[in-house]
T-cell receptor, first 115, second 112 residues
Framework: EAQVTQNPRYLITVTGKKLTVTCSQN?????MSWYRQDPGLGLRQIYY???????DKGDVPEGYKVSRKEKRNFPLILESPSPNQTSLYFC??????????????FGDGTRLSIL | KQEVTQIPAALSVPEGENLVLNCSFT??????LQWFRQDPGKGLTSLLL?????REQTSGRLNASLDKSSGRSTLYIAASQPGDSATYLC???????????FGKGITLSVRP
C-alpha cells in the first residue's frame, strides 16, 4: 500500500532532550516536506526537500533540522526541544516538485508534547 | 505572500443536504489547489487536486471548482452523509518549492 509513515505517532518528552521523528515513503517520491499544525495558526511548512541531499527552509524552520540521505526517508530532528515546539507534525511527499501537478500525500501525524 | 481563507470555520447540516465549502486565496498565480479531509486524530487525506488550467474536478459525490481570476475555489458535496463529518482544508500551491499554503479549515458536522 502506498503510504507515508511517521514514527512515533505520539511522544511526550522534556525540554532539551534531543529527539527525531522519522518519515518514510514507499512511492519513490522525489519531494518531501514537514509541516506543523497548531490551533489558530493552521499548517505551516518547516522544511522541504526537492530530492536526495537537497533540503531548504520553509516558513518556520527555527529549532529544527532535517536530512535527506536516501530518497525514501526524511527525518525531522529537534536538537534541543522547547515547549513552543509542542505541536502536531505532518510529513508529506509527492512525485515531483515545482510546476508538477502531482498531489501531495500526508502521513498520519506525530503529536509531540514538550514539557 | 499567499493567504488562504476558509469561511465559516464550522458548519452543521442535516443528512442529505447538498453543500458548498468555500476557499479564497489572495495570489492567483497558483500551480494547483488541493482539497483535503482531516478526521480527528488522523492525517490529511487528499480529496481532489485542481490544476491551474482546469475549472473543476470530480470524484464521486465531490466536485471541486477553481476560479483563478477571482481567487476562489469551492468544494461541492452532494447528498451529505454523517460519514462526511470531518474538517476540510484547502491548500494553494504557489511556489517552485511546492509549498502548500493552507486555509484553517471548515469543520463539517452532518446530523443524522
Amino acid at each position: 500500500e502506498a503510504q507515508v509513515t511517521q514514527n512515533p505517532r505520539y511522544l511526550i518528552t522534556v525540554t532539551g532532550k534531543k529527539l527525531t521523528v522519522t518519515c518514510s515513503q514507499n512511492m519513490n517520491h522525489e519531494y518531501m516536506s514537514w509541516y506543523r499544525q497548531d490551533p489558530g495558526l493552521g499548517l505551516r511548512q518547516i522544511y522541504y526537500s526537492m530530492n536526495v541531499e537537497v533540503t531548504d527552509k520553509g516558513d518556520v524552520p527555527e529549532g529544527y533540522k532535517v536530512s535527506r540521505k536516501e530518497k525514501r526517508n526524511f527525518p525531522l530532528i529537534l536538537e534541543s526541544p522547547s515547549p513552543n515546539q509542542t505541536s502536531l507534525y505532518f510529513c508529506a511527499s509527492s512525485l515531483a516538485a515545482g510546476r508538477s501537478n502531482q498531489p501531495q500525500h500526508f502521513g498520519d501525524g506525530t503529536r509531540l508534547s514538550i514539557l | 505572500k499567499q493567504e488562504v481563507t476558509q469561511i465559516p470555520a464550522a458548519l452543521s447540516v442535516p443528512e442529505g443536504e447538498n453543500l458548498v465549502l468555500n476557499c479564497s486565496f489572495t495570489d492567483s498565480a497558483i500551480y494547483n489547489l488541493q482539497w483535503f479531509r482531516q478526521d480527528p486524530g488522523k492525517g490529511l487525506t487528499s480529496l481532489l487536486l485542481i490544476q491551474s488550467s482546469q475549472r473543476e474536478q470530480t470524484s464521486g459525490r465531490l466536485n471541486a471548482s477553481l476560479d483563478k481570476s477571482s481567487g476562489r475555489s469551492t468544494l461541492y458535496i452532494a447528498a451529505s452523509q454523517p460519514g462526511d463529518s470531518a474538517t476540510y482544508l484547502c491548500a494553494a500551491n504557489t511556489g517552485a518549492n511546492s509549498k502548500l499554503t493552507f486555509g484553517k479549515g471548515i469543520t463539517l458536522s452532518v446530523r443524522p
